[in-house]
């Protein structure tokens, strides 16, 4: 099973400032077709996860562009150029690579 | 829009069988996987298995923790895919999500909750 590890657990951010969250598999998640099966998603309180970026860099229909991805092969990371409250809730990163999917932890971004 | 809605969860013993299902629109169902996924009370997110499209002859996969017990089959002329849990554990106690995937899993239901509990 491919392992996937997250980091921080969690993110106290103050609204305007920058924030980033890094994620890393225990296999290359590249795949021959030139994708990484990487997706980050948000799960707000009491609500279902909801897709953020897609294939590693691409950013889901009706995400601001202050969301961003990078990375690939083994190692991407999620960047919110300005966080406003709005953005409170745990954020995971996934590998739809190959089954099992799995997570990684989740980060916990909170508002200072 | 796409969306899928989860129903059938409930409260059943320990050893009792409960059947999910995901009922699918805004898409060409039959082109799809779906894909389900749990999440106990303040834990993570974990999946539980998938069926692949008709085109890939609806092959299933399920995580070793649910495997044997647990069968995902889908309807594609009602739009609709499920999820059979049987010989359950207080440990499936969780809220259990479909998702679509083609290229990408995107799109999640509103989920529906299983309790295990005597």
């Known amino acids: 099973d491919i392992v996937m590890t997250q980091s921080p657990l969690s993110l106290p951010v103050t609204p305007g400032e920058p924030a980033s969250i890094s994620c890393t598999s225990s296999?290359?998640?590249?795949?021959?077709?030139?994708?990484?099966?990487l997706n980050w998603y948000l799960q707000k309180p009491g609500q279902s996860p909801q897709l953020l970026i897609y294939?590693?860099?691409n950013r889901a229909s009706g995400v601001p562009d202050r969301f961003s991805g990078s990375g690939s092969g083994t190692d991407f990371t999620l960047k919110i150029t300005r966080v406003e409250a709005e953005d409170v809730g745990v954020y995971y990163c996934?590998?739809?690579?190959?089954?099992?999917?799995?997570f990684g932890g989740g980060t916990n971004v909170e508002i200072k | 829009e796409v969306q899928l809605v989860e129903s059938g969860g409930g409260l059943v013993q320990p050893g009792g069988s409960l059947k999910l299902s995901c009922a699918a629109s805004?898409?060409?169902?039959?082109?799809?996987?779906i894909h389900w996924f749990r999440q106990a009370a303040g834990k993570g997110l974990e999946w539980v298995g998938r069926i692949k499209s008709k085109r890939q002859d609806y092959a299933t996969a399920y995580a070793a923790s649910v495997k044997g017990r647990f069968t995902i089959s889908r309807d594609d002329s009602k739009n609709t895919a499920y999820l059979q849990m049987n010989s359950l554990r207080t440990e499936d106690t969780a809220m259990y999500y479909c998702?679509?995937?083609?290229?990408?899993?995107?799109?999640w239901g509103q989920g529906t909750l299983v309790t295990v509990a005597s």
């Open positions: 805004g898409f060409t169902f039959s082109n799809s996987d």
């Open positions: 296999q290359s998640l590249l795949s021959s077709n030139g994708y990484n099966y």
């Open positions: 294939l590693g860099s």
């Open positions: 998702t679509r995937r083609e290229t990408f899993t995107d799109y």
């Open positions: 996934m590998q739809d690579r190959q089954v099992p999917l799995t």
